[in-house]
């Protein structure tokens, strides 16, 4: 069935209608209207699908009540087989509700058969429609074949090249270049020709950029799209690319390229007015849409299915700068980072693959040239993809800052953490060895009276020819308290209280002489293997003391390998820099290193976190004190050093004592300073004033220097000493304890020299503060429990020195 004719050709329509009358009516609507066309109709499924295959139809009319199926089912067939074919329902029960729905599937348009005076505009706008649709088709298809034939021309080396001399002006141009240009081959060039050939819109920013290009400081590089007047073609769009060369800081060249863009800008143009066209055909139908897709603040853009950018959002140029005429056009992917690019075209090639939403996060370059974080998600319809992402730079700088602050703040806490663990381990330390100072102390007082008492008995049992039976006995009360004299020295080292007297000493020497004493201390199943340092420095240190160190150490090396193994001793010179981690390492500096290491069954880290403390001992009961490691500390603390245990359980244990290297001046005077001592005689007759506030103690210091043949008068404090000052002007001597309440032996000793300058004095102590060697000297200081003949060679000493200085007489007549 056909009318007059209204248009170029005839438009054929497919009718789905089971009624013959109402085809009849609807073609007559369409007569009236003016509409050439031919007019199919069907009324079954399998004759409506056999005639979408065969094809060639311009528009389909359907009723929606049809016999053996709906019209639902016929749209998704149509949407099938013919999708590009418009589709309207012209139907007598369809309601508004449904028409929506139905307009949600694909459907073009619906109709209502009793307001059938509407299906002639609903056809022309179905029909302009798929005109537009087929007319973008096509400029794109131009715009491909515009990039084809751009590729072609490149492959063909189908562009000018051009160098520009900044340094004397001079312009060159190619043969190609000049054609672009429309300049003569032989006319002269310069830097203004060039300007005069730009349009006069762009010639301000053109010769903006080249000077920029050709700055020292400047981009160095050219990439511009502008505009010339060719004399015979009138406007051209060109593109060109340059990079400056530098001598030294100046410019001496300025190349690049050329290429005539005019086509591709014809087709952009063409493509932006398509789009153009298409938004107002559809305004009335997206105004909301429209209204969120310029005013939102999110970056919102069509793509095509190979990823180039059909249109933008007005965001794109708050957010990144770009202005929608910069980026229309082209590829979306041209402005990703590098490193973004491969993941961000995975993430959006699942669209197409399983109809998904993926998110992606990448980074997109700003108008200034700057990357800004982008978060983003895309979803597809009709071969198109709809991309909405917003701005997350400020959120992952801030989440960057955040982690940084996290790291740090754990970093100071975990530092916090060790710094507090080595305080208290520390104070710890410090307080037990406060404790068994004094009691070390009280200790040594003890055993001056015993000892004192023991040697009395026995010079008087020995001069009355006393029974062997009790000779034996006092000399087993002797070995105990000397016993316990030697226990409180080492409690004495652990508290860092003992006298020591320190000297250059070379520590593979002492190693060597004691190499037969430590392979019969450790007995036949344990080889000992030395590593000394062929150059090793000099070490300051007590050699007595770090004798007992050596000898300690193997020992409990030996009592670690109860089935044998090896023992290793070596030494070392070494530089710390890095301040102490626990209690017992040194400060930095530089230090001379004894190391002892065991193969025995090695330390647990509990263990090991006590091992220093005194009386701790893991051997069974009677088989260790548990002294040996504090003394170990308490000697290399003293002596301005430490230690350091590297230990792992099965494997073996190295224990390292670094001591404090002594200097070229100290081992000199050392050297020069070896003179032996000569006691000399007594002087009998002096005075002594003893001072102690142990009664018992200054009882047998009292009848030792009166058995030595000295006048002796004792004070048990130290105002009871000044007092005995005042009133003898005869005293010769001051013995002081120096451990005393209220006044220490130092005040009494101050406040004495004060009253009679020059009087000598020597103290008596169960243990020597550290000020107070360093003020007095070795000769002025005498160890409880002290020997008979130390005590009387320091005091002739002291008198001797006295006598020298002052003149005081040998001995009194009185």
């Known amino acids: 069935m056909t009318s007059k004719p209204r248009q170029d050709r005839s438009v054929r329509i497919l009718l789905l209608e089971d009624s013959q009358l109402d085809g009849e009516l609807l073609a007559g609507h369409l007569g009236r209207a003016g509409l050439t066309y031919t007019l199919d109709r069907v009324e079954t499924q399998a004759d409506f699908e056999n005639a979408l295959r065969t094809g060639g139809y311009d528009l389909v009319l359907s009723d929606f009540a049809l016999p053996g199926f709906d019209g639902h089912l016929a749209l998704r067939l149509a949407r ?111 830097y203004s020709v060039f300007l005069g050939s730009v349009h006069s819109q762009d010639r301000e920013r053109m010769d ?53 863009i005019t086509e591709q800008k014809r087709a952009q143009q063409a493509l932006r007015e398509l789009n153009e066209r298409l938004e107002a055909s559809v305004e009335q139908r997206t105004r909301e849409r429209d209204r969120i897709w310029h005013l939102s603040r999110d970056l919102l853009c069509v793509l095509s299915a190979d990823g180039v950018m059909l249109s933008v959002n007005p965001a794109w140029t708050g957010v990144l700068g770009w202005r929608s005429e910069d980026i229309t056009g082209r590829p979306f992917y041209e402005l990703l980072h590098p490193d973004d690019l491969s993941a961000t075209r995975a993430a959006l090639a699942r669209l197409f693959a399983d109809d998904a939403s993926p998110r992606f ?36 700088e801030a989440a960057a800052e955040l982690e940084a602050a996290n790291r740090q703040l754990l970093q100071q806490i975990a530092e916090r953490e060790r710094v507090e663990k080595t305080l208290q381990q520390m104070q710890r330390l410090d307080a037990v060895g406060q404790l068994t100072s004094g009691v070390a102390h009280d200790f040594n007082n003890l055993l001056t009276v ?125 530089v710390l820099y890095d301040p102490p981690r626990r209690p017992e390492e040194p400060g930095p500096g530089e230090y001379v290193m004894l190391s002892v290491a065991d193969t025995g069954a090695g330390m647990s880290d509990e263990v090991l976190a006590k091992a220093f403390e005194p009386f701790f001992t893991t051997k069974e009961v009677g088989k260790g004190s548990g002294l040996g490691l504090a003394q170990v500390f308490g000697f290399a603390k003293q002596s301005g050093g430490g230690v350091q245990i590297e230990t792992c359980v099965g494997r073996g244990t190295e224990v390292r004592v670094l001591m404090p290297r002594a200097s070229v001046r100290g081992v000199e005077s050392a050297v020069g300073g070896q003179r032996s001592a000569d006691p000399g005689r007594p002087h009998s007759g002096r005075k002594i004033l003893v001072v102690d506030d142990d009664a018992s103690v200054r009882e047998i210091t009292v009848t030792t220097l009166s058995e030595l043949g000295y006048v002796v008068v004792e004070a048990g404090s130290g105002g009871a000493a000044l007092d005995q000052l005042d009133r003898a002007a005869d005293i010769d001597l001051l013995v002081v304890d120096y451990a005393m309440p209220g006044m220490n032996g130092a005040d009494v000793v101050r406040e004495a020299q004060s009253r009679r300058p020059g009087l000598p004095y020597l103290y008596l102590t169960g243990y020597a503060d550290l000020g107070a060697l360093k003020e007095v000297g070795e000769n002025g200081i005498v160890q409880k429990p002290f020997q008979e003949e130390e005590l009387a060679a320091k005091i002739v000493q002291a008198l001797s020195k006295a006598n020298g200085a002052v003149g005081i007489p040998a001995a009194r007549s009185d």
């Open 208 to 260: 903006a950029a080249v000077q920029q290009a050709i700055l020292l400081e400047g981009t160095r590089e050219i990439d511009e799209e502008f505009r010339i007047l060719h004399p015979s073609a009138g406007e051209r769009w060109i593109a060109t690319r340059g990079r400056s060369i530098f001598e030294g800081n100046v410019c001496v060249r300025f190349t690049g390229v050329v290429q005539d």
């Open 80 to 190: 099938d087989i013919s999708p590009d074919t418009p589709f309207i329902f012209v139907s007598g029960v369809l309601g508004e509700l449904f028409a929506t729905e139905s307009l949600k599937q694909g459907a073009t348009d619906y109709v209502l058969k009793r307001n059938l005076m509407r299906l002639p505009f609903a056809v022309d706008r179905a029909l302009a429609e798929a005109h537009e649709r087929r007319e973008r088709r096509r400029a794109e298809a131009a715009l491909s074949a515009s990039e084809i034939s751009t590729r072609i021309a490149l492959e063909a080396a189908s562009f000018g090249l051009w160098a520009f001399m900044p340094t004397t002006g001079q312009l060159q141009w190619d043969r190609r270049c000049r054609e672009m240009f429309g300049t003569d081959p032989a006319a002269p060039l310069d």
């Open 450 to 574: 015993i000892l004192g008492n023991v040697t009395f008995i026995e010079r008087g049992l020995s001069s009355a020819g006393g029974e062997p039976s009790l000779m034996r006995r006092l000399s087993h009360m002797r070995i105990a308290a000397e016993r316990g004299a030697k226990l409180t020295s080492q409690l004495l080292s652990f508290s860092r209280r003992q006298r020591l007297e320190p000297k250059p000493l070379d520590l593979n020497e002492t190693v060597h002489s004691m190499r037969d004493l430590l392979q019969s201390t450790m007995g036949g199943s344990i080889q000992i293997e030395t590593n000394l340092s062929s150059d090793l420095w000099p070490a300051l240190v007590d050699p007595t003391q770090i004798e007992l160190i050596i000898l300690n150490l193997a020992i409990n090396a030996r009592d670690a390998m109860a089935v044998g193994g090896s023992l290793t001793v070596a030494t070392s010179n070494t």
């Open 361 to 396: 996060v990448a980074r997109c370059r700003h108008h200034d040239g700057s990357f800004r974080w982008l978060s983003g998600t895309a979803a597809t319809e009709d071969g198109l993809m709809y991309c909405v992402a917003r701005d997350i730079t400020s959120e992952r």
